[in-house]
């Protein structure tokens, strides 16, 4: 033997040792570790499987080495990835849902990463695979619910419209959780009735629209505390009626079954009175209830129903739980700026019938200064001088004379009051011309310059022409009163839909941004000229600046239209 063997020898001993250290460690791993393990060889025959794995699939690890794993797997797919990482030597990986073996029929709904690693063999040759299950079932939960709250979310910033806010919401609500009905209560008064639903049949909205519970004679029935009694789950839902840890409640007050019919039959005896049952009646069997809390007060209610069985699962229950507070919030600040445009429109339409009768009456004040008041004057005039003509004493003959004098003031002060009142002009010759006839009376009374460019006559509505030239009359007073100028411009554009007339002067200016909040007291104001262009559907334009001058614009539809914003557009 040469002096080199026992040198070898310690080091295949080494070698052989190391191998033995390695696979005990690796063995360990296997044994030990919580992912499902198994281990195939090039037939896809079971050599080995963990404990984790055997608990999985059923049975115990040594029920599997020699049996196929073709007979456990139900997925061709997963089949060719195992061949797939025997021929190219590559781990092949998916996510199975549920987990696709044999035994795992009726588990809960779960997500698996599915992992096949090739192992090499001794000799070097890929002739084993190493099977990893991992489940990822919270983890993806996590993911659908956070995916799902950003979509709820983006939903309610796409409108502040009540009504479609709900139906975006209830149509998402149905598509998400792919339940056959979603309907939405609110509060209204006392009661909830439906607001927005998809799904459910119209008779049986009829019926249960209401939750209230009414006496024979029609009579609202009401608790010792004087609360209204409300029936069915969705009222006791509301109401807290269900007491104590149920089964088919959560912890956040929500209900849910997976089937009607067995929950009636495991708690008949153990329920509150007032349950139609209408739900039951109409087939439905999953049915979940989900409160909608603002300030710890019911708001609203959140109902969804389906035929199946077992449709609702926590995960989805939870989600609609957690978005609940802020469907609530967006539902009440939507509604609340719904009533607030209800109310803005009612006052509007006030404001301008209000505007109408002052113009009315303006109108039969004028008529009676000038067929009445006039006339008598100017037949007190014509008899003062006669008068005059028949022999008087000089004295009388003075004081006639002055009587003359004052009634032909007050002639000329009724007149200019009558025009004041109600310019004979603008429902004699329209609009135009009586905005050229109160540029000329501007400009000769105040010493200003005005040039008038109205050619044409752009409405139809003698109420939109009452409108626009009170409007430009204001603007021009105020031209008069703050602005110090010294020439102004009236002008006004027809366009197809919308006509602008503008008022443009060379003043002193002034910060237009504030104009927006300004509320002028008295008088047909900035503020009353942007209320009666938006009950017109029209806005006020203002572009001024300090120094600068200012342009006020009012554009006004050339048609009906609903009214629109009060909003006050500017630019510097």
């Given amino acids: 033997m040469s002096r080199?063997?026992?040198?070898?020898?310690?080091?295949?001993?080494?070698?052989?040792?190391?191998?033995?250290?390695?696979?005990?460690?690796?063995?360990?791993?296997f044994n030990n570790s919580p992912l499902c393990l198994a281990l195939l060889d090039q037939d896809l025959t079971f050599l080995q499987v963990n404990q984790p794995f055997a608990r999985l699939c059923g049975g115990v690890p040594e029920d599997y080495p020699g049996e196929s794993f073709k007979a456990r797997c139900l997925s061709d797919a997963l089949l060719d990835l195992c061949r797939e990482?025997?021929?190219?030597?590559?781990?092949?990986?998916?996510?199975?849902?549920?987990?696709?073996?044999?035994?795992?029929?009726?588990?809960?709904?779960?997500?698996?990463?599915?992992?096949?690693?090739?192992?090499?063999?001794d000799d070097g040759g890929t002739r084993r695979l190493l099977l990893s299950l991992q489940d990822v079932t919270e983890l993806t939960r996590l993911e659908a619910e956070r995916r799902a709250i950003i979509e709820f979310l983006q939903i309610m910033n796409l409108t502040h419209d009540l009504h479609e806010l709900a139906a975006a919401l209830i149509s998402h609500v149905r598509q998400w959780t792919?339940?056959?009905?979603?309907?939405?209560?609110?509060?209204?008064?006392?009661?909830?009735?439906?607001?927005?639903?998809?799904?459910?049949?119209?008779?049986l909205l009829i019926i249960e629209d209401s939750l209230c519970a009414f006496n024979e004679d029609g009579e609202l029935l009401r608790d010792e505390a004087g609360r209204p009694i409300l029936e069915c789950v969705c009222g006791c839902v509301l109401c807290h009626k269900f007491r104590g840890d149920k089964p088919y409640l959560t912890e956040q007050g929500s209900f849910c079954v997976e089937s009607a019919t067995d929950f009636l039959e495991a708690h008949d005896g153990n329920l509150p009175d007032h349950l139609r049952g209408k739900c039951v009646e109409e087939g439905y069997q999953s049915i979940a209830i989900i409160p909608l809390l603002l300030q710890e007060e019911p708001f609203g209610l959140l109902h969804l129903c389906?035929?199946?069985?077992?449709?609702?699962?926590?995960?989805?229950?939870?989600?609609?739980?957690?978005?609940?507070?802020?469907?609530?919030?967006?539902?009440?600040?939507?509604?609340a700026e719904h009533e607030l445009h209800r109310h803005q429109g009612r006052l509007r339409a006030l404001a301008s019938r209000l505007a109408m009768t002052e113009e009315q009456e303006r109108l039969r004040i004028a008529t009676v200064l000038h067929d009445d008041l006039s006339q008598s004057l100017?037949?007190?005039?014509?008899?003062?001088?006669?008068?005059?003509?028949?022999?008087?004493?000089?004295?009388?003959?003075n004081m006639t004379g002055e009587i003359e004098e004052l009634v032909s003031e007050a002639i000329d002060f009724t007149r200019d009051l009558t025009v004041?009142?109600?310019?004979?002009?603008?429902?004699?010759?329209?609009?135009?011309?009586?905005?050229?006839?109160?540029?000329?009376?501007v400009e000769s009374r105040?010493?200003?310059?005005?040039?008038?460019?109205?050619?044409?006559?752009?409405?139809?509505?003698?109420?939109?022409?009452?409108?626009?030239?009170?409007?430009?009359?204001?603007?021009?007073?105020?031209?008069?009163?703050?602005?110090?100028?010294?020439?102004?411009?009236?002008?006004?554009?027809?366009g197809d839909d919308v006509a602008r007339i503008g008022v443009s002067d060379d003043g002193i200016g002034f910060d237009a941004e504030m104009a927006g909040s300004a509320t002028d007291g008295g008088g047909f104001g900035l503020f009353s000229i942007r209320e009666a262009l938006a009950h017109l559907g029209g806005h006020l334009e203002i572009q001024s600046a300090p120094g600068a001058g200012t342009t006020c614009v009012l554009v006004v539809p050339r048609t009906e239209a609903a009214a629109g914003s009060a909003d006050v557009k500017t630019a510097t």
């Fill in 420 to 441: 004041e009142l109600s310019p004979p002009v603008l429902q004699q010759s329209g609009l135009a011309a009586a905005l050229e006839w109160l540029a000329d009376r």
């Fill in 378 to 397: 100017a037949i007190a005039k014509l008899k003062l001088g006669s008068l005059r003509q028949t022999e008087l004493s000089e004295k009388a003959r």
């Fill in 178 to 203: 792919g339940c056959e009905a979603a309907a939405l209560r609110l509060r209204h008064g006392e009661d909830f009735p439906f607001f927005a639903s998809e799904g459910f049949p119209q008779k």
């Fill in 446 to 494: 105040y010493g200003l310059s005005v040039s008038c460019s109205c050619h044409e006559d752009c409405f139809v509505d003698a109420e939109v022409d009452t409108t626009v030239f009170r409007s430009v009359r204001e603007l021009l007073t105020n031209v008069v009163k703050y602005a110090r100028a010294k020439t102004v411009r009236i002008w006004m554009k027809c």
């Fill in 85 to 121: 990482a025997l021929d190219t030597d590559n781990t092949q990986q998916v996510k199975g849902s549920p987990p696709v073996f044999c035994d795992s029929h009726d588990r809960p709904t779960s997500f698996w990463d599915i992992s096949f690693i090739p192992i090499d063999d």
């Fill in 4 to 29: 080199s063997e026992p040198g070898a020898a310690a080091a295949r001993s080494n070698v052989t040792s190391k191998a033995g250290n390695r696979t005990l460690v690796l063995e360990s791993i």
């Fill in 306 to 335: 389906d035929h199946r069985r077992g449709i609702f699962d926590t995960s989805t229950v939870t989600v609609l739980e957690r978005l609940a507070g802020n469907l609530a919030v967006a539902l009440a600040h939507s509604r």
